[in-house]
T-cell receptor, first 109, second 114 residues
């Protein structure tokens, strides 16, 4: 089965609303990473988060290893936040990542 | 700022032909990776490398070869391209030292096999 599952698959918000994106994993991990992919573009790293909570501007990432989940919270969404958000499991230190299917976010003005 | 450059950015190939996708990184990263991205499958790892001269199979290596002739360059080779290999391919690099192993991705190479 799929080792990394993201939910929801897609999400539509009005500008200013908050979003909570979920990532659940079924295997042990060294770390969890979150990436943003703009439409038709490359991926940009948002967080490298082995455990606990990290903040960056309007973004917050929380990884709870015991519960095998990680979340990405976006507060006060903006139209420029539109795109796909991917989580990726790092199975062992410094090695390959396994990606979830992504959450496609659309923020309407 | 980390820089990963892929070429070509777009390619149309014929079935049975040979395709080489090239990737160059200027950050002296040890690890490099090739992923493909398809609707419904997300990003899947094809091959990766821990350094010059090393290549490792990822999760979906069949039909692909990889070459890492130097620290900076990592190529993905399709010896006999098939329509099922139509996809967007992403190269990435990273330090590979565990903590802080952020990956830096290229812009992607869109391949269509007809």
């Amino acid at each position: 089965g799929q080792q990394v599952q993201q939910s929801p698959a897609s999400l539509v918000l009005q500008e200013g609303e908050n979003a909570e994106l979920q990532c659940n994993f079924s295997t042990s991990l060294n770390s969890m990473q979150w990436f943003y992919q703009r439409p038709g573009g490359s991926l940009v790293s948002l967080f490298y988060n082995p455990s606990g909570t990290k903040h960056s501007g309007r973004l917050t990432s929380t990884t709870v290893i015991k519960e095998r989940r990680s979340s990405l919270h976006i507060s006060s969404s903006q139209t420029t936040d539109s795109g796909t958000y991917l989580c990726a499991l790092e199975r062992n230190a410094g090695a390959k990542l396994t990606f979830g299917g992504g959450t496609r976010l659309t923020v309407r003005p | 700022e980390a820089a990963v450059t892929q070429s070509p950015r777009n390619k149309v190939a014929v079935t049975g032909g040979k395709v080489t996708l090239s990737c160059n990184q200027t950050n002296n990263h040890n690890n490099m990776y090739w992923y493909r991205q398809d609707t419904g499958h997300g990003l899947r790892l094809i091959h990766y490398s821990y350094g010059a001269g090393s290549t490792e199979k990822g999760d979906i290596p069949d039909g692909y070869k990889a070459s890492r002739p130097s620290q900076e360059n990592f190529s993905l080779i399709l010896e006999l391209a098939t329509p099922s290999q139509t996809s967007v391919y992403f190269c990435a690099s990273g330090h590979g030292t565990g903590s802080g192993n952020t990956l830096y991705f290229g812009e992607g190479s869109r391949l269509i096999v007809v």
